[in-house]
């Protein structure tokens, strides 16, 4: 018995060999699945600069968003990217923390570290500014801003963004983008650092 299996496998080997036949025709196409995060735009992570402008209780500096990174979302120019409805959402990394802005920290002196468009200079520049709400600058955390990075992304307009996993609907509103962690926000959209 045992001959007659192996010389029954040695037969179908053989006899299952031979030319390919011409090629078949193609199948359907399937349905279009979602589209990407593409027009989500991260920049790396870039150091901070010294500050520009020192007062009492406030302290600032410009930085400038590249026009490259603009022409990827269609952009001409960062007032015109927000002007069209664009979304930045910015991140602060300090002591091994990542921050949304605008970020409130400080348990007294509540210091605020936000950002906002100042077109004056260069319609792409941006002002990062550090000021305390009860307008005197005690907390010397922010005084080296070098040793911070920062990080922006750009959101073109259109209030919902293809998120790449783990959300149901596949598609999240930017103002919920802006509420999370940058470790949520990172996952759902699949950035790399």
Known sequence: MKKVIILLSILT???GCGKDGSPG????NGEQGPSGTA??????WFSGKRWTTVASDF???????????????GATSFTAFLESGGTMI???????????????????DKTNVRWFPYPIDSPND??????????TRTNTFYDD???FEFRYVLIPAGRQVQVAKGLSGNKI????????SYTEAKGLLGWED
């Not at 602060?92 to 920290?105: C, D, S, V």
């Not at 509103?173 to 999370?180: E, N, P, V």
């Open 25 to 28: 025709q193609d199948g359907q």
């Open 59 to 73: 302290k600032h500096t410009a930085y400038t968003v590249p026009q490259e990174m603009l022409s990827e979302v």
């Open 145 to 147: 801003p070098t040793t």
């Open 173 to 180: 509103d930017t103002k919920a983008l802006k509420g999370m």
């Open 90 to 108: 910015m991140y602060m990394k300090a002591e091994n923390y990542i921050y949304p802005l605008p970020h409130l920290g400080g348990a007294v």
């Open 13 to 15: 080997l053989v006899a």
């Open 126 to 135: 941006i002002i990062m500014q550090v000021y305390t709400n009860d307008r």
């Open 39 to 44: 027009n989500v735009i991260a920049s790396n």
